[in-house]
């Protein structure tokens, strides 16, 4: 399919496939979708595929062969601080982390790999400006090399740009560049209920009642739908299913139940626990979207560990830290994980205690003065519960505007001022905070209309509602905008 002009771009990463393309070029046939050549995600389409046609592979120009990376031949936009500005940016070395290891092993070299990510900035600029899509949409926020570059190359170009984040609700998502702009502006809200799918506020009232229900209940129910698989029952049946999540990896299998050992070695019975004055930490799986990179400078979570306690020594408060499951459940990251990690953290105070995993989370949060974690879902549980929370990342609760709720601070002093006026809410207070904030952001959020419950919901489901949330999203930004 030729195009004349392109009026949008789409990123759709892994969550590319012909329905969801075919749905798209029925709101618009001027779009084309970008891609990179060195990490390919559209494993659903064929290379053969008519499909194919409508994606930009911008940085096939360094692929080389055998995995080797080359300079890009691309001259001119020499955007020079720009450039620079994307260069300085301290994550880019971690992203390289999320290659194959064939191609990190043959670019492992330091120049080689200033050298790529230039590369990677000059074809980004050359596209945005050859190609001149009038907006660029992120079904997700990118958490590779290539488009990670390329969505901070089009901001700082200029071109309007919407990403689909994640919500306080499973089903549903933000919109990043609109959810706010509608949340800034009351007025629009009629806009986005008459342009929505379904029956505007339909589900609105008894989706949220039946979530927030499920979070301030027993955790049988709040339990999140993607870790009710239970790995005690059949030993035999859960170490087959771990190593197939690895790949077969034996290496990695056998380094996850070496971890898996220590930190079971090192932990501290709830009895011991409750007895003392504490601030819970929970742990999430890496590598993943949600800290790297929505966790920014804490993408290594031993940084916020270390700047909460030293916050939390002087008032005389522990520190538990609790693994998150999935870390040993699915693929295994010695990377992210290891003794080293487990004993770097032991190394801060004695002060610093480690949680079971066996023990339900939801009755360490109930004994907590506070709860602090980088973006995860246990924040929002945590404020259904009426505990304080802390958020080092950009968590879904960025919008939230409530003193039980710590989402930014400049430094030690700044922390402990805010949790010590967090601590000192009444539950009460930290529960209708969060219940309005849940009410009131949910016509700003887009997905399916009702909430299925947490026990129906599966992976399939969570697919459809964000498939459904980036066509809803398209058909606003095309007759708003387009």
Known sequence: MELDKITAMFYLGANANKALINELLAINTSIRFISSHIYPEASQLDSNDLFK??????????????????????????????????????????????????????????????????????????????????????????????????????????????????????????????????????????????????????????????????????????????EKRDFNKNPLKSSLAILKVNGWNWKKFVLSNITRSFYESITTSRLYLQKLKYVSFFLQY???????????????????????????????????IREHPATFQATFDPHWRSKGFYRSIQSISSNIYFDNLNEAPFSLIENSLAVASITGTVLVESLIRGKPVIAFGKSPLDM????????????????????????????????????????????FTFGDDEYCGNENMTLELLRGARYNALIQVFKIINEKTL
């Open 286 to 320: 890496q590598p993943e979207q949600t800290t790297l990179p929505d966790g920014k400078l804490f993408v290594n979570q031993l940084f916020a560990i270390q700047a909460l306690y030293s916050v939390l020594e002087p008032l005389g408060i522990s520190l538990v």
């Open 53 to 226: 046609k409508l994606f930009i592979d911008f940085d096939e120009d360094i692929s080389g062969d055998c995995n080797q990376l080359q300079f890009t031949s691309t001259n001119g936009y020499n955007y020079i601080s720009l450039i620079e500005e994307i260069m300085d940016d301290k994550l880019l070395p971690l992203l390289w982390m999320r290659f194959r290891k064939g191609l990190k092993d043959k670019n492992r070299n330091e120049i080689k790999r200033y050298e790529v990510i230039y590369s990677l900035i000059k074809l980004s600029i050359e596209t945005c400006l050859t190609q001149r899509p009038e907006v660029i949409i992120f079904s997700y926020e990118p958490h590779m090399l290539p488009i990670y570059i390329f969505k901070k190359v089009s901001k700082a170009l200029g071109i309007k740009s919407y990403t689909l984040t994640i919500s306080p609700f499973v089903w549903r998502m933000y919109c990043e560049g609109l959810s706010e702009e509608y949340l800034k502006s009351p007025s629009t809200l009629r806009y986005v209920n008459s342009h929505k799918l379904g029956n505007g506020n339909k589900g609105l009232e008894k989706s949220v009642k039946r979530f927030i229900i499920e979070k301030s209940g027993d955790y049988k129910l709040g339990k999140p739908f993607y």
């Open 400 to 443: 939230l505007s409530s003193i039980g709720c710590i989402n930014s601070f400049k430094n030690e002093t700044d922390l402990c001022n805010q949790l010590k006026s967090a601590i000192r809410l009444s539950p009460e207070d930290i529960i209708n905070d969060i219940t309005n904030y849940l009410y009131g952001i949910y016509d």
